[in-house]
């Protein structure tokens, strides 16, 4: 993979970002598309933007506006309390996002010559969202490369990971600290550590919490423990 491209679908938020420095360590060109769907924590892009800058990859930014009008909830509703029923979807579940987003990346991709596309979607942590699930990325994948003649590899880097086990593998890529100051998880659009009150905020901050008491706990017995942090102190220039 080394020598291939890939197109990261990019929010600017924890999981996403996490996959952006995972795809730098493994793919020799990277390129970064973000979607606008007036969603409620809009703030979101322009932080996503900083990011690629910051990271040195191409970044672009699709106008979705269109969903925003089939599927009016309380993530493209700023009016609307946020909302999850027992036995129902959150009402923070954008019907056909991940459906849209990923078809429109290998679109993109195709243009490009790049076969891989990196997706943060984790069913592990992931709210009830059935476009989360790995059956649905494994159908989705089968029916792009049908409709375009091709051989996409959809990679879900997070699948199989609860939050925790995702700040640590941002800690083993060297992003611990870039990414818990640097991008948007809260629906209300703050960044860092956001509201601390939304569900995005309140799931981001029991994982940071449970990977942060693992990690002092494995650090704690040794004498003369050295830096506890799984972080490398490689960029991710070195690492490309």
């Excluded at 493994?26 to 932080?47: M, N």
């Excluded at 799984?230 to 960029?235: D, I, L, N, V």
Aim: proline letters at 3%; hydrophobic letters at 40%; a negative charge.
């Amino acid at each position: 993979m080394k020598q291939d491209k890939a197109v990261v679908v990019f929010s600017g938020g924890q999981d996403s970002t996490t996959c952006l420095w995972w795809a730098l360590q493994q793919f020799k060109e990277v390129e970064a598309i973000s979607f606008d769907y007036g969603q409620r924590h809009h703030t979101e892009l322009k932080h996503a933007t900083r990011i690629a800058e910051e990271l040195n990859v191409r970044h672009r930014i699709l106008d979705m506006s269109l969903l925003n009008q089939l599927a009016p909830n309380a993530l493209t509703r700023s009016d609307m309390e946020i909302e999850h029923e027992d036995g129902e979807l959150p009402n923070t579940f954008v019907d056909g996002r991940n459906l849209l987003f990923i078809s429109f990346a290998a679109v993109y991709a195709r243009q490009l010559g790049a076969k891989h596309l990196i997706v943060g979607v984790c069913e592990t942590d992931f709210s009830g969202y059935p476009d989360c699930r790995d059956v649905f990325i494994k159908s989705l994948n089968v029916t792009l490369n049908l409709s375009m003649d091709t051989s996409f590899v959809i990679h879900t880097p997070l699948m199989w990971l609860d939050k925790a086990q995702t700040w640590r593998m941002a800690d083993e890529l060297g992003a611990l600290d870039f990414i818990r100051e640097k991008t948007v998880t809260c629906y209300e659009g703050l960044v860092g550590d956001g509201c601390g009150a939304c569900p995005a905020c309140k799931l981001r901050r029991a994982g940071l919490d449970a990977y942060l008491k693992e990690r002092d706990q494995n650090c704690a017995p040794r004498p003369q423990a050295q830096e506890c942090s799984a972080a490398t102190s490689e960029t991710v220039e070195a690492s490309r």
